[in-house]
């Protein structure tokens, strides 16, 4: 979840947006109406998982500004360095990722990397995790041009992404055939849903996907409320394909029956002719949640697809890597018999809650490949799931461990923080221990295939 801390210019910006713009800016929906698309042209997971591939593997970026934008541009770096030779071919593990969820600043690097493929190693630096994002967005918003203009402080962020960093990207420009499956997630205040933006989703609202802004997708992700005003799409009525089902179809746990349940609102057209969608890290701050419907979507729809098999008819191992850049930083409480300040209060809530549902939102998602790999093992054949977290609580040095939990959640970070998320995450995917596991069993199981052909 994005919090920005410059505290004079966010007063200023508040102050002036409140007073200048409150009877001027108004908010507008701008997806379009659903269209029939062949299959293969949908933006659905299906038309993104890769029959060629030799891993099933699954990213997810966690919200925290730049900082968490940086750590996940780490974990890329350190996946466009790993080849394994397995099944007998060489692979690249960037070549095999097959979807990215992500959250809030996350969404920066998950949707760049999406629309720019390998020449983000190029230009995402320069063109986002080194520029004072913050800086020009306050310039922007508190530029006498913008008191009395008709746009929101979230239009004006999205125009400056769309200018600056995604050109005119739509959904449909990120390439099926070369690209895994970018999620953006977004939470609408409205019913209290996280929602994701894929077709599945957008068929509830009777929307095309395809012809969306990535730029509008990324601003929704990462509007923290106050700060910026929701992004807001029109629940529409008008379906070509009426969807019957939610993107959620195992109601047999709590968390499923009540998202469900929020889900449903939006079949009701009239009460709910709007959604409201803001950052993404108020209900899910990992990204990890919607990876897990999507597996058990399917498990429940197409079980042979769990965990896929390659070419040669094995399983392919299932692998997800969580990014997780939130931060646990020394907040001063203990150092003292005086209750602690208001800042500090809200500070410590803050982080408990968080740190508290990461936890149990990682316990959810390891319990449930364990679950998945034992339905996919069958006829003495065993599937191993790899999960394998990021986070710095892994960080091997404690002064580096200190610096990194220092490090505030923005859009305006200097060079050399930046460059250490960047090295934290490359080094920190490339020496986990469940890491190399995974890369030590390819290499096993390649060398037993080797030994029996001879």
């Given at each position: 979840m994005l919090i920005m801390t410059n505290t004079n210019k966010l007063l200023s910006l508040?102050?002036?947006?409140?007073?200048?713009?409150?009877c001027s800016a108004r908010n507008k929906a701008y997806n379009q109406t659903q269209k029939v698309y062949a299959n293969?042209?949908?933006?659905k997971v299906e038309n993104f998982i890769h029959s060629n591939d030799e891993v099933t593997l699954v990213l997810s970026f966690s919200g925290g500004g730049t900082r968490a934008a940086a750590l996940s541009y780490g974990v890329l770096e350190g996946l466009r360095d790993t080849h394994i030779n397995i099944n007998g071919k060489d692979v690249r593990l960037l070549d095999e990722v097959d979807i990215i969820s992500s959250v809030s600043g996350g969404s920066f690097t998950a949707a760049y990397y999406g629309v720019h493929g390998e020449s983000t190693f190029d230009s995402y630096k320069e063109t986002f995790l080194y520029h004072d994002v913050t800086d020009d967005l306050t310039s922007i918003v508190l530029s006498p041009v913008h008191w009395f203009s008709k746009k929101t402080r979230t239009r004006e962020a999205e125009n400056y992404y769309q200018s600056h960093i995604f050109d005119d990207s739509t959904f449909s420009d990120i390439p099926k055939e070369e690209a895994p499956f970018i999620i953006i997630n977004a939470?609408?205040?409205?019913?209290g849903t996280r929602f994701s933006f894929t077709q599945e989703y957008f068929d509830l609202i009777c929307s095309d996907l395809n012809a969306y802004s990535?730029?509008?997708?990324?601003?929704?992700?990462?509007a923290v409320p106050l700060i910026f005003s929701p992004v807001v799409l029109e629940n529409r009525d008008d379906c070509v394909i009426h969807n019957e089902h939610s993107p959620i179809f195992d109601a047999s746990n709590y968390r499923n029956r009540n998202a469900q349940a929020s889900i449903a609102h939006y079949r009701d057209k009239e009460q709910t002719q709007y959604l409201h969608l803001a950052d993404g890290g108020i209900t899910d701050n990992l990204g990890l949640l919607a990876i897990y419907e999507i597996m058990e979507?399917?498990?429940?729809n197409e079980s042979h697809r769990l965990m896929p098999r390659n070419q040669q008819g094995k399983i392919k191992p299932l692998v997800i890597i969580s990014v997780d850049a939130s931060t646990n930083p020394d907040i001063g409480i203990a150092n003292s018999v005086e209750?602690?300040?208001?800042?500090?209060t809200v500070d410590a809530i803050t982080d408990i809650q968080l740190h508290r549902y990461?936890?149990?939102?990682k316990d959810l998602?390891?319990?449930?490949?364990?679950?998945?790999?034992?339905?996919?093992?069958i006829h003495g054949e065993v599937a191993t799931p790899y999960f394998i977290e990021i986070s710095f609580n892994k960080t091997m040095s404690s002064d580096a461990r200190f610096s990194l939990n220092q490090i505030r959640t923005d859009f305006k970070l200097v060079n050399k923080d930046v460059d250490l998320l960047i090295d934290e995450g490359n080094q920190q995917l490339t020496q986990d221990r469940v890491f190399q596991d995974f890369i030590n069993a390819q290499t096993l199981v390649t060398h037993r295939t080797e030994h029996s052909d001879n």
């Open positions: 508040i102050i002036v947006s409140v007073v200048l713009l409150g293969k042209d949908a933006y939470t609408d205040i409205s019913t990535v730029s509008s997708a990324v601003a929704a992700s990462s979507y399917l498990r429940q209750p602690p300040s208001i800042k500090q990461n936890d149990s939102t998602m390891i319990e449930a490949m364990d679950e998945w790999a034992s339905d996919a093992s």
